[in-house]
């Protein structure tokens, strides 16, 4: 706003087919990503998508999230979960993002090791999930 005010021109703000602007569209997309997408309503489906459009980071880091929250809530032997939680670490790990890598680290070496499975996939999934 500030360059168009500078040349002199009038700034037109984007308005995407749900009516929101950009910045609407980042104000009320925060609590959709804090749930599972089976719970969105029709809007918040329109909204996310036009997010993920925008921002593709953001679409595939929620997917990520998604993937442990699918773990947790689908696996009933720890076994299984625990390898399934292996596979998840290592693609987190493989698609770059430094910010889940960093709090997963942070928080197997605040346990000193992992000795109970389930309250480890329970407390990943609190915090990520």
């Known amino acids: 706003m ?10 037109v703000l984007e308005i ?3 009516g929101d602007t950009l910045k609407q569209v980042l104000a009320r ?5 804090f749930k599972h997408y089976s719970k ?3 809007k918040q489906k329109l909204r996310a998508q036009i997010l993920f ?13 998604m993937e442990l929250y699918n773990i947790y809530q689908n696996t009933k032997d720890k076994w299984i979960a625990f390898t399934k ?9 493989n698609s770059g993002f430094k910010t889940f890598n960093a709090k997963i680290k942070g928080f197997r070496i605040q ?4 000795r109970d499975v389930n ?6 999934e609190k915090i990520f999930a």
């Open 40 to 42: 969105w309503t029709e």
């Open 85 to 93: 939680l292996a596979q998840w670490y290592r693609t987190v790990k």
């Open 16 to 18: 995407f087919e749900n």
């Open 111 to 114: 346990f000193r090791g992992v």
């Open 119 to 124: 309250y480890f996939l329970f407390r990943l």
């Open 53 to 65: 459009d925008k921002y593709p980071k953001i679409h595939e880091s929620y997917k990520l999230s």
């Open 29 to 33: 997309s925060r609590y959709l990503l």
């Open 2 to 11: 500030k360059k168009q005010k500078k040349k002199g021109l009038t700034y």
